[in-house]
C-alpha cells in the first residue's frame, strides 16, 4: 500500500462569538414562547459541554425569520471565508503555496454553492487552472473523516499529487423558529460554525510524520431517519434522533471491531481514537462503546466546549488538538454521521511529533 502523509493542517472559525449563556437566554426569549416543551429542555444548555461557539453571522441575525435564499446567501459568503483560513493555514503549515496544488477536495453539507466553494476561492487563493475539483456533499458529521479518506485514497492513486482538504460547515444557518421540533432545540444548543484544511501526498515529510491509512465506512440498514436533513422552502431542518446515544452504546462496538479487522488492527494496537465529539452524551456513549476511561477523550471534550459542535470539521480540530499534544503511536479517527454511517481512518503519528509539536 502506497505511503500517504500528512504533511499541513490548520483549523479555522468565523468572527462572531457566541457565548453559550447568552444563547441560552436569546434562545429563551425567541423559542420561550412559541414551544410549550422549551421549559423542560432549557438545561440541556448547561449539560451540553458547549460553552461558546462561533458563528458566520452576528447574534442579532438569530432574532428575525429568514428563507432558503437568506441563509444560502450567508453561507456562500461565510463559507467562503473560511475556506480561505482554512486552506490557507493548512498550506503554511505543509510550506505549500496554492499553486502546488493538483487536487482540492471540499467537503460540506450545510449549504449549496455551484460553483462551489473552491471555485469561489480560486481566485483569491492563487489555484492553478488545471486544478482537479473534488466536492463532496452529504456526509454531515462523517465528513471530516470521510473526506480525509477521499483525500488520502487520491494522493494514493496518483503518486506525488499534492491534494488539498477542506472542510467546511455552517450550522448555525440552520437555526429555525417555525418547526419547532426537539432536534431543532438540540441543534440550538450545539451547533458552531468552522472549518478545517488538510496538505496531504505521498512524498516524504519532515518534523511530523503522521502516516494515513486507508478509510473504512460502515453503514447500517434502515437507519435514514437517524440524522440528517430535511429540506424545505425555508432552509434545512435538522435531524436528530433521540436514540443517536443508544444506538452508538448498542452498535458502536461491534463496527468498531470490524473496522479494526479490516485495517488489520486489534483494539489493543490502538494508542488513541479520535473521535468526532458530536454532543456530551455522544462522547461518553463512545467512551462506554469502546471501554475507555471515562474522560479519556479529554481533547474532544474540550474542542466542544470551545467551539461546539461544528459537523464535518470538528474531528480535524480534535486531531489538531492530540497532535499538538505530542501523542504518538496508532490512532484511529472516527466519526458518525447520516446514512447512519460510521467512517474510520486509521493513522500513525512518528516519535517525530512530540519535538514539532513542542515548537
Same mark, same amino acid.
Given at each position: ?6 504533511? =499541513?493542517?490548520?483549523? &479555522? ?12 437566554? #436569546? ?43 437568506? *441563509? ?5 459568503? =461565510? ?19 496554492? /499553486? ?10 450545510? =449549504? ?8 469561489? &476561492? ?25 473526506? $480525509? %479518506? ?6 494514493? /492513486?496518483?503518486?506525488?499529487? *499534492? ?7 455552517? +450550522?448555525?444557518? /440552520?437555526?429555525?423558529?417555525?418547526? $419547532? ?5 438540540? !441543534?440550538?444548543? $450545539? ?6 484544511? !488538510? +496538505?496531504? %501526498?505521498?512524498? !516524504? ?9 486507508? =478509510? ?26 433521540? %436514540? ?12 468498531? !471491531?470490524?473496522?479494526?479487522?479490516? &485495517?488489520?488492527? *486489534? @483494539? ?6 479520535? +473521535? ?8 461518553? &456513549? ?40 505530542? #501523542? ?5 479517527? +472516527? ?22 509539536? @513542542?515548537?
Amino acid at each position: 500500500m502506497t505511503d500517504v502523509f500528512l504533511h =499541513g493542517l490548520a483549523t &479555522a472559525l468565523p468572527p462572531h462569538e457566541l457565548p453559550q449563556t447568552i444563547v441560552q437566554e #436569546r434562545a429563551r426569549e425567541i423559542l420561550g414562547p412559541r414551544y410549550p416543551q422549551f421549559d423542560r429542555l432549557f438545561k440541556t444548555f448547561t449539560t451540553s459541554g458547549v460553552e461558546t461557539r462561533r458563528s458566520v453571522v452576528p447574534l442579532e441575525w438569530f432574532s428575525d425569520d429568514h428563507a432558503w435564499a437568506d *441563509r444560502n446567501a450567508r453561507y456562500m459568503d =461565510g463559507g467562503v471565508e473560511l475556506f480561505i483560513d482554512a486552506a490557507e493555514g493548512a498550506l503554511k503549515d505543509a510550506g505549500w503555496r496554492a /499553486s502546488d496544488v493538483d487536487c482540492i477536495v471540499t467537503v460540506s453539507s450545510t =449549504g449549496i454553492a455551484t460553483p462551489t466553494l473552491e471555485a469561489q &476561492a480560486s481566485k483569491r487563493m492563487g489555484f492553478r487552472e488545471d486544478v482537479m475539483r473534488v466536492p463532496v456533499f452529504g456526509l454531515g458529521c462523517a465528513g471530516g473523516v470521510s473526506g $480525509l %479518506s477521499v483525500a488520502r485514497t487520491f494522493a494514493a /492513486s496518483q503518486p506525488g499529487t *499534492r491534494v488539498l482538504l477542506v472542510v467546511v460547515e455552517t +450550522c448555525t444557518l /440552520s437555526f429555525r423558529t417555525d418547526r $419547532l421540533q426537539k432536534a431543532d432545540i438540540i !441543534a440550538t444548543v $450545539l451547533f458552531g460554525d468552522g472549518a478545517a484544511g !488538510a +496538505c496531504l %501526498s505521498t512524498e !516524504a515529510s519532515s518534523g511530523r510524520v503522521v502516516t494515513l491509512g486507508r =478509510g473504512i465506512q460502515k453503514t447500517w440498514p434502515d437507519t435514514l431517519a437517524i440524522m440528517g436533513w430535511d429540506v424545505d422552502d425555508t432552509g434545512l431542518g435538522v435531524i436528530f434522533d433521540r %436514540s443517536i446515544p443508544e444506538f452508538v452504546t448498542e452498535n458502536f462496538a461491534a463496527a468498531t !471491531a470490524e473496522a479494526l479487522t479490516a &485495517a488489520g488492527l *486489534r @483494539a489493543e494496537d490502538v494508542d488513541r481514537f479520535v +473521535c468526532h465529539p458530536g454532543g456530551a452524551k455522544v462522547v461518553d &456513549a463512545i467512551e462506554g462503546a469502546l471501554h475507555l476511561e471515562q474522560g479519556s477523550l479529554q481533547a474532544e471534550r474540550e474542542v466542544l466546549r470551545q467551539a461546539g459542535n461544528m459537523s464535518a470539521p470538528t474531528v480535524l480540530f480534535v486531531l489538531k488538538a492530540v497532535l499538538e499534544e505530542g #501523542r504518538t503511536g496508532q490512532m484511529v479517527a +472516527c466519526a458518525l454521521g447520516p446514512g447512519f454511517t460510521a467512517a474510520y481512518l486509521p493513522f500513525t503519528v512518528e516519535p517525530e511529533a512530540v519535538a514539532m509539536a @513542542a515548537e
